[in-house]
Each structure stands twice: as C-alpha cells, then as structure tokens.
C-alpha cells in the first residue's frame, strides 16, 4: 500500500510516505518553504497544507498522486466539538474544523490527479500514538501522548500489541499539560506552540518555590488530569516579549515550578498506566514528549524499563503516525522506524555543482574527518551537511553546527552565531564507546537528543561548552554502526582534546529553519562566523 499522512491543522505542517509498511520519506515543510514552522499556529492556517513536503515525498518514491491508496489526515473534523468558550474564546473553532473537513477538496488542489475520495481522517491523538508504537522497536509497550490539544482532548494512554491499540483513557479539553506549558510560555514572553524549550531551559535557573501553589489545581487522578485555574500573574508578572526584555529571577523560578510540576503528573501517569498494562516499555508521543528533563525523570523514576519517545514528537509527527496508522489498517504491517534521517539528499555531483555555482574555493580532502577535528579543536564553528536531513526538530549529525566543548566560552558564541538567549544551552554529541564514563543518570544508548544526562563531576571542566547551569547535558550518543562519519569525526577530536565530544546544534540561524537543502547551508554559512563548511566529501573553509 501506499499511503501518504499529512499534518496540517495546528502547527508544523508536514508530510510522510509509507509504502508497503516502510517509511521512505517524511519532511516538515518549513524545511522546503523556509517559512519557520511552516506557517503560523492559528485556526485560519488549517486550509494551508504542507504541499512541498507532499510533492517531494511522492518524488522521492517516483510516485504520482493518483497512485496513492490513501492520505492520511491527522485530524477528524467529525470529533471537533462545536465552537464555544470551553475550547477557544475567540469564535475561530467553527472555521478551524470547516477547513479540516474540506481536507480532500484542497488536497485534490494541491497535488492534481489525486482522488479526494482516498483521503482518511485518523483523530489526532491515535496519529501521535501510532507514530510512537507502530515505530518503536517493541512488539508491546504502554503508550502515553500528551499535547496541548488535537479534537476534543490533550492526553491518550493506550496499551499497544503487536501492532494495535487500546486506548485506555483520553483526557478531555479544557484540562491540558501542554496548553498549560504554553501558558506560561507566553506569560514568560515567549511564543506559544513555539518556544516552550526556553522554559524548559529557563528552568534550571530557578528555585521551583511555587510548586505547592500548583500542585494544588495540577495533578493527576489515575489517567486524569486537572489544571487549572491557573493564575500566572499571581506567580510572577507577566514579561514582555521581545529579545531585548530581561528575564529576571521571578520568571525563572516560575519555569521551575511549572517544570517540576509537570514531570510529577507524567510520573503520576506513568505508575497509573504501568499499573493498568503491566508492560516494561513506554512510547511517547506528543508536543510534551519532546521535554527532554521530564523524559529523562520519567526513565529514572518511573516504572518503566525502557522509554521510547518518537524524535519528531510534536505535531510534524502525526503525519508520520497517520500514514503508518491507516497502511496498518489496509493490512501492511509497519516496520520500526530504524532512524529519523528520513528528508531530502543530494549526491556528491549535485553538492559539487552547487559549490561551483557559488564560486568559492572548496576542496575533497583524503581525510575529512581530520581536518574538521583540526578546525573544531581550534575554536572554530563547522557547518556539517551530510545525507538525508532529519525528520523534527533535532539536528542529529546531519544538518548540525559542530564546536568544540572543551573551550569555555563556546556556548556564548553559539548563541551569538544562532542569536539565542544567553540562558539557552547548547548540547553535546559523544561517541557511544565512551557515553557511560562521561554522562549518568539517563538512558544509554540515547541517539536522538531526548534525554538529558548529568555529566560526570571528573568531566565537567574538562568539556564546559557541554555543560547546562545545573551540570546537565541533552546528550546525542553516537554509534559507529549507525553514523560511521561522524563516529570517525568524535575519534580524531578525541585525539586531539582527549575526550570523543563535540557540541551539536542545529544548522540555522535565530528565526530560521534549519537548512535542508545545498542553498541553505551555502547561505548560513556566508552569512555566519562559521569557520568552515563540510557538504558531503568536500570543505569549504573561510580565511582565516
């Protein structure tokens, strides 16, 4: 079968391909249309569709859209509730689930030949959940999504076997843990459905002094939760957005509060459904699922074995989870998902092109990997483009900025080159033979920076760059057997700073997406202090 899921509804529109229960192709389309995010998360966006990534991911497979069995929508306007204040206050629900029911209409617009008639809707939390079992590497597992909203709710808990599922509670609106998360993310002065990361982040700075007060009106009752009414002004005052607004104590002891608070009630989930399925694996899936420290509390302790959580968690990912969900209905029977590198590539001819048409010096070098280390150990920043692109919103050693994390002042020039706040850290990349002697306290291996990890008390000065405020790290481990080039990269760093560890953050700029194409990185690179560029085999490196 074939069967193309698309995400279009609340943010982050995206399309995937599966064939026969395999995944051959899936991107954002902030990465074809360099539009961050896509488009804006409003209800009168719903009508616009991620109509690059589709056309792509048909090309990819050499497909025609009359030759799809099936489109998969991550949404079913037949759940929506009828407009009213509960959901939204503002009048635009009716006009959100109009859009999403003439779906097929505009699907048929966008990609010509293709049957509306194939097109299926799948509720939004059955894609999120889909995306997370029918991809994990387990035939069993308890399934939690959390999000701020899909249809009618923002929770799922669900017990998957051998590739079906029950779903064992859903959570209605107006309750939601990430409705809530992006509360306060706005009352920090930050973008909802957007930048709850920062608070995440923000965090660390904090004392947690509030989480009395909330624990009080957020909790979890079995496979419920409550939250609210909040009053965030009675918690500290609002901050206005804009880069320029400092952040002071008040608001990060709120993000504290609200980070500490929030893992609670996930641990709480957890011991409910773990006690309902008895399984040792959970996957995860869901805007909350991409917090890394409440994940990594989760592993530690929760009463699961194993937690798995699908890198591309947010809304991109339901269209992921809506193609495998509905291939699994007509009778294909999906294959894990072995690696989120699952966007567009380009052989060494095409990258060689590209470099000629922008005129600069390059060169193929015998031994990239040594060459990027000798820049990387001397303080310079190196655009690193190879293979596919990743799938969400982690760079993964494909589409990354690589530095050293032995020099001290790195993650302020990081942030500086990517204009980001000074409170944000930035993440290690370390090769998996070393992983366990240098970090602790989360899972190993951890490839698809998910979890955070406390790095090891001996190893702190020796790699500060790596290093948040409270000595933890988003680790990405890297194993030879799945990343050869850049394993070989972390061995020659470690030959010349001791230790098999770079810093790893996404190829991009502030506001931006994260480059996808060639173009993209020629781009960022000439307009950004980064010391050199390595596309495919070749490198380009600046004057000194």
């Not at 097929?104 to 966008?110: H, I, S, Y």
């Not at 209605?172 to 909802?192: D, I, K, N």
């Not at 060494?348 to 040594?370: N, Q, S, V």
């Not at 900025?401 to 944000?424: I, Q």
């Amino acid at each position: 079968m074939r069967v193309l899921g698309v995400n279009a509804v609340f943010h982050d529109p995206a399309a995937a391909l599966v064939v026969d229960g395999r995944v051959v192709a899936a991107a954002e389309e902030e990465r074809l249309s360099r539009r961050k995010h896509g488009k804006s998360p409003v209800p009168f966006a719903t009508w616009e569709l991620p109509e690059a990534a589709a056309r792509w991911c048909l090309e990819r497979a050499g497909l025609e859209p009359a030759d799809l069995d099936a489109v998969a929508y991550s949404y079913d306007p037949a759940l929506a509730p009828p407009p009213g204040p509960e959901i939204t206050a503002d009048g635009w629900e009716g006009l959100r689930t109009l859009y999403a029911a003439r779906a097929p209409l505009f699907l048929r617009t966008a990609l010509p030949g293709l049957d509306p008639a194939v097109v299926r809707f799948v509720p939004h939390h059955v894609a999120h959940a889909a995306s997370a079992y029918l991809a994990a590497p387990f035939a069993r597992s308890a399934v939690l999504v959390c999000d701020g909203r899909g249809e009618r709710g923002s929770m799922l808990a669900g017990h998957a076997c051998d590739g079906d599922l029950r779903v064992l509670a859903e959570q209605a609106l107006p309750h939601s843990l990430g409705l809530m998360y992006e509360e306060a993310t706005a009352h920090l002065g930050f973008r909802r459905s957007s930048d709850e990361y920062k608070v995440m982040a923000l965090a660390a700075y904090g004392t947690p002094r509030h989480r009395d007060v909330l624990r009080r009106v957020v909790r979890a009752d079995g496979l419920s939760v409550t939250t609210g009414p909040l009053r965030w002004d009675d918690l500290a005052p609002p901050r206005p957005p804009g880069d320029d607004t400092p952040v002071e104590r008040e608001h990060a002891d709120l993000a504290a509060s609200l980070q500490a608070v929030l893992e609670e009630v996930l641990l709480d989930l957890a011991d409910a459904l773990h006690a309902r399925t008895g399984e040792s694996a959970l996957t995860m899936a869901g805007g909350v699922a991409l917090n890394c420290v409440a994940n990594s509390r989760l592993w530690r302790d929760g009463p699961f074995r194993d937690v798995w959580v699908q890198p591309a968690a947010g809304d991109a990912g339901t269209a992921l989870g809506a193609a495998l969900h509905v291939a699994r209905a007509l009778g294909d029977v999906p294959a894990p998902v072995a690696s989120p590198a699952l966007g567009p590539e380009w052989d060494d001819d095409a990258l060689e092109r590209h470099l000629r048409e922008a005129a600069l010096p390059y060169r193929r070098p015998d031994d990239l990997a040594g060459e990027v280390a000798d820049v990387i150990a001397r303080g310079g920043v190196v655009g690193w483009f190879q293979g596919r692109s990743e799938f969400g919103p982690r760079a993964l050693g494909n589409r990354s900025l690589l530095a050293s994390a032995a020099h001290g002042d790195m993650t302020e020039r990081l942030n500086r080159v990517k204009g980001r706040e000074s409170f944000r850290p930035v993440a290690p990349m370390i090769h998996l033979r070393r992983a366990a002697e240098i970090v602790e306290g989360g899972p190993i291996p951890s490839p698809h920076m998910l979890f955070v990890h406390r790095v090891r008390p001996a190893f702190r000065d020796r790699i500060p760059a790596a290093c948040h405020v409270d000595g933890t790290a988003r680790v990405q481990t890297v194993d030879p057997a799945e990343a050869p080039l850049v394993a070989r990269l972390l061995d020659e760093v470690e030959r010349r700073q001791g230790l098999p560890v770079v810093i790893n953050t996404s190829f991009n700029t502030g506001g931006r997406p994260m480059v996808d194409a060639p173009r993209d990185a020629l781009e960022c690179f000439g307009a950004s202090p980064i010391a050199a560029l390595a596309m495919g085999p070749f490198l380009v490196a600046r004057p000194a």
